[in-house]
């Protein structure tokens, strides 16, 4: 069968992506290779309770008209109360000698900032003016290291890694730095237009999302992997999916990653020996009490127990000293359900995770246990310690990751070559989600509008008698 489009992967910019084509009377189908949507941000139910995978907040939640999420919103037609979004009561940055609040309110971050770094008072708020009013370029940019710009504006590598810290792990792929203009667009998503949790959690969004896929018409296929992307000479013409069948089609967009929708073209990518995939150990920790009963109050806490900032693998299967806790029920409005979680995230290293597996499942399930305790024991030295109150914990490692999304690795935030136009040197081929360019969940649903807007949409016009 042919259609106008094929999409690979039916995570948010999958759907986003599928939406948008389907609102133009585009013949599209998503294919995705597990049973439920969602790819990164999914849920699932685990000894009766319901958790979320991948979502921590949600970006951009001002709603103002003007702000990116409402911007996304109208472009799919769905309406911002179908989110039920609660915004964020208090966000923090700790190190082991500081401590930096933030909420939705970008004059707190201002004034704590100030308060701990007084001589960089005039740096900062120059700082903050220039990315508040900062326009991502159409055009794809060359990467540039977000520290080097960081130090040369504000000339104290300490400060720097207070910025760096929260923006890492909300979305680089590179250890202890991030691009310059994907600091610029997470430090407007998470400090300028703040944070917000849907209640229900993911399946609140994914909900509205595929309702809205329904009712523009696009099919969906769960359960549904491919093999291969077909190809006539450079350009791609449809998908072989694992049962063998073939679909054809004018335009195909893929979710998969860079190197892997590479791969899917016959093209093994080089590997590059100075690059290490960052991945994460994730534990979700439910409590027979809320968070903020222990003192535990904020939505999300990002945190750094050594000198300098540690986002970066080590020998070990984790790093304990730097990482994040994400409290569900620090934001309002939530469902009850949510309010006793507390979810804990560090860095991981994959190959020895890779090891691990291989020893069997008793020795890797052991090693999930010892390393988010590990994790846990850390984070108890600079917030309450929750670990007493435990009921019932479950944790997933790069492996978890890479077996449910395809992801080589493990990696969360793709490739550190992100490919802002789509481009992966194919004609009617592009790149949709982390590895285009756009992070995040907002950016995710952003990145399938923008490479359709682009690619194929325009291009109907322009052929268009």
Known sequence: MRYDALVIGAGLSGLA????????????????????????????????????????????????????????????????EALQLGPQLRSVIRFSDLEVWFSNDPALLESELAAAFPARRDALATLSAEIANWVPEARPMPFASARAELLRRLGDERLVDVLLLPTCYYGSPLENDIDWTQFRILYQSLFLEGIARPRGGIRTLLTALKTRLEACGTELRTNCGVERILLDGARAVGVRLDDGSELFADHVLSSAGLDETLALCGRKPEPDPARRDLSFLESIHALDCTPAALGLDAAVAFYCLADRLCYAQNEAPTEPRCG???????????????????????IANPQRWRELVARGDEEYRAAKLEHSARAAAAAA?????????????????????????????????????????????????????????????VGAMMSGIGIVNRHVLAAAAESAP
Not at 42 to 61: I, K, P, Q
Not at 403 to 419: C, E, F, I
């Open 17 to 80: 992506a599928g939406i948008r084509l389907g609102m133009y009377g585009k013949q599209a189908l998503l294919l995705e290779r597990h049973a439920l949507w969602g790819g990164l941000n999914s849920f699932y139910r685990l000894r009766g309770r319901r958790h979320d995978v991948g979502l921590h907040a949600l970006t951009n939640a001002t709603s103002a008209r003007t702000g990116v999420l409402s911007r996304v919103l109208r472009q799919l037609r769905i309406p911002r």
């Open 381 to 441: 030295s600079l917030f309450p310690d929750w670990r007493a109150h435990t009921l019932d914990l479950d944790v997933f490692t790069p492996r978890t990751i890479e077996h449910y999304t395809g992801h080589v690795n493990g990696r969360v935030y793709g490739s550190p070559d992100k490919r802002q136009d789509g481009d992966i040197g194919f004609e009617g081929l592009r790149l949709i989600g982390t590895d285009q360019g756009y992070l995040g969940i």
């Open 324 to 346: 994040v806790l994400s409290c569900p029920g620090n934001y309002a409005d939530q469902e009850p359900e949510a309010a006793v979680l507390v979810r804990q995230t560090v």
